[in-house]
Nanobody
């Protein structure tokens, strides 16, 4: 069992930055691939970024590539999403996901989400 708690969301102006954190419980955090997803009102949840268990491989949605960076600190059981050059279309609830395999990221365990609102 893995429990995930996201934090760091908030209201920011377009062009600004935020850093989301996802703290995981359990001693096996380092064996899980981690991902960030988001869901805007009236839309389906979509993939944002993922990172392998070692941090050696990262993947991004085209819409955030070059603006967002995913990272992890296995000693702190935490994964981060650094978001720069934010746009109003980035407004959504952001969810953290843990999965044993990077190929199936989006399955496994979910956090409760944190709201990000970008004003124009």
């Amino acid at each position: 069992q893995v429990q995930l708690v996201e934090s760091g969301g908030g209201l920011v102006q377009a062009g600004g930055s935020l850093r989301l954190s996802c703290a995981a419980s359990g001693r096996t955090f380092s064996s899980y691939a981690m991902g960030w997803f988001r869901q805007a009102p009236g839309k389906e949840r979509e993939f944002v970024a993922a990172i392998s268990w070692s941090g050696g491989s990262t993947y991004y949605a085209d819409s955030v590539k070059g603006r967002f960076t995913i990272s992890r600190d296995n000693a702190k059981n935490t994964v981060y999403l650094h978001m720069n050059s934010l746009k109003p279309e980035d407004t959504a609830v952001y969810y953290c996901n843990a999965d044993p395999h990077i190929a199936t990221i989006g399955s496994g365990y979910w956090g409760q989400g944190t709201q990000v609102t970008v004003s124009s």
